[in-house]
C-alpha cells in the first residue's frame, strides 16, 4: 500500500447465529478487503455466553462463539458494537463479546468513557477518528441503571466530542446505528441530524441498521451513506432459513481513499451479496445497479422524495404504530389504572381527538417524562 494514503472499508451489519463454517468469502471481496488499511463492520448481537436474556422487545439475538475469528480473519480490525442488540443478553452478554475480540478494536459500547471514546489511528502519517453511535435503543448508555451501554447519537455530549475530535485529527468519521427497518429511504429528520455532523466536522457519515440499502448523497464535499444494509445476517439457528424481505441478502460496502499529498476523499462503492447464506460476495448484477442508481435518485429530487416519505409513513402508521403503540399504551394502562384507563378508551372512543397525542409527542418535555415513566413501570434497562 502507498505510504501516502489510507484505504477505509466499511460495511454494514454483521450477524450469523450458525456457526460461521458455513460461510466463505469471494476471493475478489476478500482482495478488496485486504487492500485497505482501517475494515469496519458492525457486531450485531453478541456472542452466547451465560447472561440473562434482556427484559426489551424481541428479537434477543445472540451469535456463535466462533464468529469474532472469523470476522478477525477476514481483515476487520474495527468493530462497533454500538447497536440495539449490544446488550440482548445483559453486561454479562456484552462483556464476553468484547473479550472474544483478541486484534480489533472494538468500539461504541462500555462504561461512558469507552462508549464516547473516539478511536483515533494514524496510518501513513495520516490521523483518523471513527466514532461509533447508536439510536436511543434498549442499551444505549443510562447512567441511572447500569454500568455499561452504548454510545448515544443525540446525547449532549456528541456535538461536542466531534468539535473537540476534529481539532486533534485529520479526518473524523461517523458510524451510526439508526434509521427505519426495511424502507429505501432515510426520513427528512436523519438527513438533518446526519448533515448537522457533518456541519460540526465530520467528514462523512456511515449508518446501518434497516438492513437494506439506501441511497446516499455528497453534502459539503462530505458523503453520508444512510444505509449499507447487511453485510452478512443470520439470526436463525440454521443456514437454511431464508427470509423473504425485499433486499436482506443485498448490502453496500464503501472504500474510502485519502491521499495525504492533495489531501482528497474519494470513495467507491461495492454492492455486496450474502448468497443463501453461505458465501458473501460483490454484485455486480444489473438488478443491484439499477436499483442502488434508483435510491440515489430518490434522495435528489423533492418531487420523487417527498412521496415516497408519505408513503412509508403512511404504511409505518397502519403497519406499526397504530395497532402496537396504542396495544402497548392501553396494556400500560391496565396494569397501573384499571378504571381510569377503561374510561380514557371509552372517552376516545366517543371524541375522537387525536390533537393531545400529538401534543404530548411532539413536545420534548412531556415526550421525555412519558419515556421515564414507561421505564419505571416496565422495568426497562
Known sequence: MSKNKVRLFICGDFCSTPSSSFISIASDLRSLIDSCNLKICNFEGPVKSDGRKLNKIPPNIQQHPDVPDFI??????????????????????????????????????????????????????????????????????????????CAEMDHLRVNHLILETKSKVDYLFIY?????????????????????????????????????????????????????GNFFFNSKNTPDYKTSKRYWYNGLAVVLEIREENNSLKFEVYNILNDRNRKISIDTSEKMLI?????????KESKLYEPKVRQETDNLWKTKYMGGMVSSLVAVGLRTNFLGCLKSVVKALLSNNSKLVYSYIRNKNHRSNVIRLLREIQKYR
Open 72 to 149: 478477525e480473519n477476514m481483515g476487520f480490525n474495527v468493530i462497533s458494537l454500538a447497536n440495539n442488540h449490544a446488550f440482548d443478553y445483559g453486561d454479562d452478554g456484552f462483556l464476553a463479546t468484547q473479550r472474544a475480540f483478541r486484534k480489533a478494536k472494538v468500539i461504541g459500547a462500555g462504561t461512558f468513557d469507552e462508549a464516547y471514546k473516539v478511536e483515533i489511528t494514524e496510518v501513513n502519517g495520516i490521523s483518523i477518528g471513527i466514532l461509533a453511535l447508536t439510536y436511543a435503543s434498549f442499551g444505549a448508555w443510562d447512567l441511572s441503571t447500569s454500568k455499561f451501554g
Open 176 to 228: 451510526l446505528h439508526d434509521g427505519i427497518e426495511y424502507i429505501d429511504i432515510p426520513l427528512p429528520e436523519q438527513r438533518e441530524r446526519y448533515r448537522d455532523f457533518v456541519d460540526y466536522g465530520a467528514d462523512g457519515v456511515f449508518v446501518h441498521h434497516p438492513h437494506v440499502p439506501q441511497g446516499w448523497e455528497v453534502y459539503k464535499g462530505r458523503p453520508i451513506f444512510y444505509s449499507l
Open 291 to 299: 436499483h442502488t442508481t434508483e435510491i440515489c435518485d430518490l434522495l
